[in-house]
């Protein structure tokens, strides 16, 4: 099994800033099966990047998404007060799916 | 718009089956473009896959889960649902069911999610 370890655990920025998510897997992951997801409390988590660099529909250009092999990336150019929420990565390989633990962001 | 919506009972006692059930509108489950699959969240902590299914009723599950899950679709009612055998307090979670898309193997659409509590 794949296993993702996102970090930081909590990153604590202000609006405006830049906030960078790293998505790290114990072995390499096909740049087609990488997704990130956004989740608010309380509500169901919402994908953003599928493909490790395609936005999902809708997504603001603001969010992008890096990498290769075993190193993966979201990025939030300018933070905006709805961006404030847990990320995770998800990957898919050999007939397995797993998820990251999870990247919160915070208002600093 | 695409609307999955879970339904099943919330609160279960140890060493029972849970039952779950996702109703679909706005798409057809019969879509060779996409799996349904379910994927559950303990109070306060990550995200977990359970497993999914295709309209022809092939299965893939998590393997830790594998011997106690069933995944099944019922195409006349747009339905898919989740057998989850002798629960404990460790199955506490948020069920979510959701849209995967067949080629690329993400979560497109997800339920609002049923929170299910295994309590004696």
């Known amino acids: 099994e794949i296993v993702l370890t996102q970090s930081p655990g909590t990153l604590s920025l202000s609006p405006g800033e830049r906030a960078t998510l790293s998505c790290r897997a114990s072995q390499s992951v096909s740049t087609t099966y990488l997704a990130w997801y956004q989740q608010q409390p309380g509500q169901a988590p919402r994908l953003l990047i599928f493909?490790?660099?395609r936005r999902a529909t809708g997504i603001p250009d603001r969010f992008s998404g890096s990498g290769s092999g075993t190193d993966f990336t979201l990025t939030i150019s300018r933070l905006e007060p709805e961006d404030f929420a847990v990320y995770y990565c998800?990957?898919?390989?050999?007939?397995?799916?797993?998820f990251g633990g999870g990247t919160k962001v915070e208002i600093k | 718009q695409l609307q999955l919506q879970e339904s099943g009972p919330g609160l279960m006692k140890p060493s029972e089956t849970l039952s779950l059930t996702c109703t679909v509108s706005g798409d057809s489950i019969r879509s060779r473009s996409y799996y349904w699959g379910w994927i559950r969240q303990p109070p306060g902590k990550g995200l977990e896959w359970i497993g999914y299914?295709?309209?022809?009723?092939?299965?893939y599950y998590n393997p830790s889960l594998k011997s106690r899950v069933t995944i099944s679709v019922d195409t006349s009612k747009n339905q898919f649902s989740l057998r989850l055998n002798s629960v404990t307090a460790a199955d506490t979670a948020v069920y979510y069911c959701?849209?995967?898309?067949?080629?690329?193997?993400?979560?497109?659409?997800w339920g609002q999610g049923t929170l299910v509590t295994v309590s004696s």
């Open positions: 998800q990957q898919y390989g050999g007939s397995r799916l797993t």
């Open positions: 493909g490790t660099s």
């Open positions: 299914i295709y309209y022809s009723g092939s299965t």
């Open positions: 959701a849209r995967v898309n067949y080629g690329l193997v993400y979560f497109d659409y």
